[in-house]
């Protein structure tokens, strides 16, 4: 079964670091382009962050641009996300998709709360 | 990287249609074909229903057709049914990023 499943928030302060992590079953991460989306309480999609299948090439929304780090893990078939100098900005649900032609396989969430 | 624009709310009764349009420019909706539309339901995690503009991946329902024209694409939602009340996203590709749309609430009377 093709599956995504994220883990690794929680509750960070301002100014604080969060690793999100992706780990996927039933295909392989490095055959796709990777995405993270993320969506605020009451608030709609927004995409953050991709990964190509080369695993070089990565791309970023502006609002996370230099603070967050897209990577991946062939051996452990795991994609991540790096969250530096997180901002209550960044409170949201964090989802994991695989680009296969529209975003068609998607993982369960994670949230991140960002609160002193 | 600003949001594609879609109209906040829609509404129809079963067995109507419904088309939901998406604006861009031509950075995004008007330079590429790779649109693609979801579907969310409350508390849900969403659903994949249009890609490339007008493909459908297997087991979505050929209600859901997909269009676009100019800067502006397009999902209409044929034979409305109870069950298609959701909140719906389009997403393009802008070249170097993916940008959504602000989000339509499909309402069924």
Known sequence: EVQLVESGGGLVQPGGSLRLSCAASGFTVSSYWMHWVRQAPGKGLVWVSCIKSDGRSTDYADSVKGRFTISRDNAKNTLYLQMNSLTTEDAAVYYCTRGGGGLDVWGQGITVTVSS | ?109
């Open chain 2, 1 to 109: 990287q600003s949001a594609l624009t879609q109209p906040p709310s829609a509404s129809g009764s079963p067995g109507q249609s419904v088309t939901l349009s998406c604006s861009g420019t031509s950075s995004d909706v008007g330079g590429y074909n790779f649109v693609s539309w979801y579907q969310q339901h409350p508390g849900k995690v969403p659903k994949l229903l249009i890609y490339d503009v007008n493909k459908r991946p297997s087991g979505v329902p050929d209600r859901f057709s997909g269009s676009k024209s100019g800067n502006t694409a397009s999902l209409t939602v044929s034979g409305l049914q109870v069950e298609d009340e959701a909140d719906y996203y389009c997403c393009s590709y802008a070249g170097s990023y993916s940008v959504f749309g602000t989000g339509t609430r499909v309402t069924v009377l």
